[in-house]
């Protein structure tokens, strides 16, 4: 655990950083639903004067009503905000644990001493994983206090089903970030492909639906297994959850299974 517990050391600054201000947004966030509700009617009008495309592109899908609790956080935090914020945080580490260090010649050093490929990999992915878990953990109690302020009332399984998919989401990309780094050791290629991948996805879960021809295959993007099946309102979907914790897993081991066989700093 030495691996892990040093980069975290290393890295608490930006970790502690990171998630405050993410928890500090989305309570802010929260605590503006009561105005939001006030004014729904005028709102409305304004929302339904604007294209689908444009909704869209924000992750508003068809149906979704913004003046529920349910619906504002859905469209507010995690239709876009937070699975992006998080995609961000995991693709930035990931692309860093293992490629970042490569290029600065310090995986080298590491790989010297008397640790397993496995190991070395293994502990990477716990840096990539406990960031994440803090980030989110942060961000559930964020929106379970400003919810409690302002007095709205959701289950807490469906919050927490919410900020999961999220936390999945930048786990997914961040695993793809970091396999992609072990694959080649080029942070560079880890970082870009990995955001690419992402907005890609993105784009083809929202935009999906307003294209009939596609209406339905947004159901295979990453995005849509996390946070399409509205948790908040619905709950957890395990089939969903599975899927996509599947892929993850596959995307991990690809990158294991190059980074077990190939040189380092070559």
Sequence with gaps: MHILTQNLRMGRGNLLGFGIGLAALSLISVLFLPSIQENGQELQGLIK??????????????????????????????????????????????????????????????AAHPVSRTRLFLEKLGVLVVALLFSSLLLFLSVWLGLQAVGVSLPLSHQFAAVSGSFLLGLLFGSLALALGAWNGRRAVALGLASLTAVVTYLWNALAPLNKDLAGSQKFSPFYLATGYEPLRNGFDWDYTTILLGITLLVLALGFLRFRQRDIGV
């Excluded at 619906?71 to 995609?87: H, K, N, T």
């Excluded at 945080?89 to 080298?108: C, D, F, K, P, Y």
Aim: glycine residues 16%.
């Design 49 to 110: 004067s604007m294209p689908k495309g444009m909704l869209a592109a924000f992750g508003i899908s068809e149906g979704v009503s913004l003046f529920t609790p349910e619906g504002f956080l859905q469209g507010r935090l995690f239709a876009l905000m937070v699975p992006l914020l998080l995609i961000i945080q995991g693709v930035g580490i990931g692309s860093a644990t293992i490629a970042g260090e490569e290029e600065r010649g310090q995986l080298e050093m590491v």
